[in-house]
């Protein structure tokens, strides 16, 4: 399925999100693309603009246990048996507002297998002179206090530039170990500094095989965590509020349709796995809500 496609547009910026899923299809300025893209008879490859809530990556052989109880989630990354990036991404979102330059979608869920917190979550897409901002919401329905995480999928493009020509800038300070048959952590976060992990300062992508969490994302002096990828003249930046503590950076081999290679900065406020850690796990009590923001702006020199 792939929903109605929603456009909104400011000036020469505009962007596409679909009623399925509520992702990101496409995000351009004057024609010039800032987000990898899909046709809109395609369903979205490899994650791309998706929705991650209410928990990001991959919970553990899709069980998790809380307070001595133990849930067992649908297996939807069967390979590993994981259950991975949530419950909503497939859902048909409801549109709850629509204008030139913004759209509000919003999607409900009562119950789901080893789910047991009922919740509801809008996201907000709207063009600013500044780019494109995103606005989460996510409410606790039921009567117990539930532990979420939020995340989000996009694979930014520095325009027309070969992603292999440009340098990766991200505010991480900390990397996460996994298993790379699971993909599950196994082992505490280690210190980027001086490692190849390190791209603090930027690195060029060339050569360079991610899927990776990382975390301890610093806020600069704005109170923003910004990550980038960059080539002489210009780029595309991906900022969060500092909620979204960490971030996975995955580099596919070749993007499907694109024909070259991809990278993709998904903004996380907790790690893979956090359901069974605990580790930045958010929490609601009954009837209340969280927010909570980042976005993508295009770089120039």
């Known amino acids: 399925m792939t929903g109605e496609q ?49 928990w990001p990556n991959r919970v553990a052989a899709a069980t998790w246990t809380r307070d001595g109880e133990t849930h067992h989630l649908e297996a939807t990354e069967a390979a590993r048996g994981n259950a991975i990036h949530g419950l909503v991404r ?13 759209v509000t979608l919003r999607v409900v869920v009562d119950e789901a297998p080893g789910w047991p917190f009922p919740f509801r979550t809008s996201i907000s897409y709207a063009l600013t002179g500044g780019g494109l901002e ?13 532990p979420f995480g939020v995340g989000t999928h996009p694979y930014p493009r520095p325009g027309n530039t070969d992603v292999d020509d440009c340098v990766l800038t991200l505010a991480a300070r900390t990397v996460l170990p996994v298993d790379l048959d699971t993909m599950i952590p196994n082992g505490e976060p ?37 990550h980038s990828v960059t080539y002489p003249g210009g780029g595309v930046e991906v900022w969060a509020e500092p909620a979204f503590g960490w971030v996975q950076v995955f580099t596919p081999g070749e993007f499907p349709g694109k024909g070259a290679r ?17 580790v930045d796990l958010l929490w609601l009590s009954a009837d209340e809500s969280w927010t909570g923001r980042w976005g993508i702006r295009p770089l120039e020199a």
């Not at 004057?30 to 998706?50: K, L, N, R, S």
């Not at 497939?90 to 913004?102: L, Y």
């Not at 991809?262 to 605990?278: F, H, K, Q, R, Y």
């Open 134 to 146: 995103i606005t989460h919401v996510v409410e606790n329905r039921g009567e117990r206090d539930m």
């Open 90 to 102: 497939r859902a048909e979102w409801t549109v709850t507002a629509h204008d030139e330059s913004a």
């Open 6 to 54: 929603l456009e909104i547009t400011h000036g020469p910026a505009r962007a596409v999100v679909r009623t399925a899923g509520a992702g990101l299809r496409a995000f351009e300025v004057a024609g010039v693309p800032y987000v990898e893209t899909y046709d809109t008879a395609d369903e979205p490859p490899m994650g791309v603009g998706a929705v991650l809530v209410p």
């Open 190 to 226: 280690i210190e980027v500094a001086g490692t190849e992990y390190d791209f603090s300062s930027g690195r060029a992508l060339r050569d360079v095989e991610l899927d990776t969490a990382f975390g301890g994302c610093k806020p600069g002096d704005d109170g923003l965590v910004r």
């Open 262 to 278: 991809a990278v993709a900065i998904e903004p996380m406020t907790c790690p893979p796995d956090a359901l069974n850690s605990g």
